[in-house]
């Protein structure tokens, strides 16, 4: 169940659910901190429709108990989750005028462009594999998307080590590229992008008319020899250089902020609960 706190003012429908704060002294940000926090037992009572959908009663939400603090700690655990949660928001808007401001470097390099040049040129085209079944041995070290899903899983592989890659999906989600970086196990339904010019293959793979290589009747699927001859623009050496090494460091800033982000959802999933329930007294911590 997605949580969220609306900004501005909205319009919501019946798949939604608006709660507001209505007890004196507790605030709507106290409120939504508290429902993160007990995430696992909102999502143990979802119910499933009859299309298989899940289904949150709202008779039930009205009946979960929400743990209140004492008025100072409140403030102090709400200060708190503040602090974690405008360093993600910062790092993802961060992240965006990064993306944005490579994109256009790119756009700038290929307007001027007037040859193409298969996309293997740039970069070598592999299938991912279908992790084992008998022993997957799963660690939340070692995840990546899987593509048309809506779940991530992660196995311990020796298949893929220390290496930049991208991945993108080959069947059902397309235009997706996922950067990776270190161990990981792309499945059989995405394709795996190695090159040394990393930034420039990413940047044509964002620019790939994946419609123009569509095979599949029931869904979209894309084969590596079609991606391999795919046409893109011809750079000259020079220009390729200076692109890769202005663009690989501000994507190193990209990386960072995400693996900085990825540490506070991890710090904030286990601290609110703690902080929440008052495991952690804060009552004596000056903030």
Excluded at 194 to 206: G, I, N, P
Excluded at 213 to 235: H, M, W
Aim: net charge neutral; aromatic share 8%; with cysteine.
């Amino acid at each position: 169940i997605p949580l969220a706190i609306a900004g501005i003012q909205v319009a919501y429908n019946q798949d939604i659910k608006c709660i507001s704060a209505n007890a004196k002294g507790i605030s709507n940000r106290y409120l939504f901190y508290a429902l993160k926090a007990l995430e696992p037992a909102i999502s143990a009572m979802l119910e499933t429709t009859g299309i298989g959908a899940g289904k949150l009663a709202t008779d039930r939400l009205k009946a979960l108990p929400i743990p209140v603090l004492a008025e100072d700690a409140r403030a102090k655990v709400t200060s708190f989750a503040d602090c974690i949660y405008g360093k993600i928001s910062l790092n993802a808007k961060l992240n965006g005028y990064l993306e944005e401001l490579v994109s256009l470097m790119f756009d700038h390099l290929i307007g001027s462009c007037t040859e193409t040049v298969p996309f293997s040129t740039y970069a070598t085209i592999s299938s991912g594999k279908r992790p084992p079944i008998k022993s997957p041995n799963y660690t939340d070290e070692c995840v990546f998307p899987l593509f048309g899903a809506t779940s991530q899983m992660g196995y311990t592989s020796e298949y893929l080590t220390d290496e930049k890659l991208l991945v993108i999906g080959r069947v059902g989600t397309h235009g997706v590229v996922q950067r990776v970086s270190g161990k990981a196990w792309p499945s059989d339904n995405t394709l795996v992008i190695r090159s040394e010019h990393y930034e420039t293959a990413s940047q044509l793979l964002q620019r790939v008319d994946y419609s123009s290589l569509n095979r599949g009747s029931t869904q979209p699927l894309i084969t590596q020899g079609d991606l391999k001859a795919y046409e893109v623009p011809f750079i000259n050496t020079a220009s390729l250089e200076r692109f890769e090494n202005k663009s690989s460091q501000l994507m190193a800033l990209y990386d960072h902020n995400s693996s900085e982000s990825a540490n506070l959802t991890k710090l904030r999933d286990t601290l609110l609960p703690r902080l929440l329930s008052g495991e952690i007294d804060v009552s004596g911590v000056a903030f």
